[in-house]
């Protein structure tokens, strides 16, 4: 079974995919994908410095991730021109480590997951959701953001409302890790068991 799980950066999706590891999920994380088709020597990686400048690149040539992240998430235009490059290429990986876990129960971690196309992929998706404050805090002690960079970047992804619509389950994240932890287990195990 192959199961999507999406939700906006800070709202725990890291979290749930461990959780889901214990449970002996085989976990796709579609962001580490992304990190590596703009590694130096991809094709991506020629297309977004083409686009982007040589002002995104780092001292030793690769693509500096932080400010390629100011840049798209400053600009709609912009993070679709990225999206554009690079969404292809991470479901082609996927859709090859599907095909080589197939016996396997699968979790694949994406927070555009809808936007790209790659809940075709599932057979459940879940959205995870959090206060937008919760969220903040979490974007600023991960990435090391002050606090207007964090919520720019929450305001360039899309609405609670917009995975409510789309998902087949939505999991809320109070922000309290044992409770989120029980509800992540009992979910996944509603799903893989068809008792939905």
């Known amino acids: 079974m192959v199961i999507g799980v999406t939700g906006g950066s800070g709202s725990g999706k890291s979290f749930f995919c461990k959780e889901a590891k214990k449970l002996g999920f085989h976990i796709i994380d579609a962001d580490g994908i992304g990190h590596k088709v703009l590694l130096r020597g991809n094709p991506a990686y020629d297309e977004v410095v083409g686009f982007f400048g040589k ?6 040539g690769e693509i500096n991730r932080k400010r390629l992240g100011e840049i798209v998430f400053s600009s709609k235009d912009k993070l679709q021109k990225l999206n554009s490059i690079t969404h292809f290429r991470i479901s082609e990986k996927i859709d090859e480590i599907i095909q080589e876990n197939k016996d396997k129960n699968i979790l694949i971690d994406a927070a555009l997951l809808f936007e790209s196309g790659m809940d075709a992929k599932c057979d459940k998706v879940i959205a995870i959701l959090a206060p937008k404050d919760v969220r903040i805090k979490r974007i600023m002690e ?7 960079k964090a919520l720019k970047r929450i305001n360039s992804q899309s609405s609670d409302e917009f995975y409510r619509l789309r998902a087949d389950f939505v999991l809320q994240n109070d922000g309290r890790p044992e409770s989120f932890a029980r509800q992540a287990v009992a979910l996944l195990e509603e799903v893989t068991h068809g008792k939905n």
Do not use: F, Q
Not at 55 to 60: D, K
């Open 142 to 148: 991960r990435d090391g953001l002050i606090y207007e």
């Open 55 to 60: 002002e995104i690149l780092s001292e030793n």
